[in-house]
């Protein structure tokens, strides 16, 4: 699901390990992405997306703004969701 960008002070309370891991995975799924969507896609919509949780099967990323997070979660949230589980 996506998100609104949370507040700097909730995005810092992540730890350093577990966000690295978190930038990880969301840019394999990327990848998969790229070759499900094309370049243009990922580019326009998806490359500003930031991953900020991963807790009970929910992979959760925020957009930088209401436009995008509508967006993506109208057009693109199965082929994320099936880039992500695929991994």
Known sequence: ???????????????ID???ALRLLWREALVGLRGEL?????ESWLN??????????VFALAAPNATIRNWVNQKYLPAIASS???L
């Open 1 to 15: 699901f996506l998100l609104s960008k949370p507040p700097m002070e909730e995005q810092l309370q992540l730890g």
């Open 48 to 57: 500003d997306l930031d991953p900020v949780s991963l807790q009970d099967g």
């Open 84 to 86: 992500v589980t695929s």
């Open 18 to 20: 577990e966000n690295e």
């Open 38 to 42: 094309g370049q243009e896609t990922v």
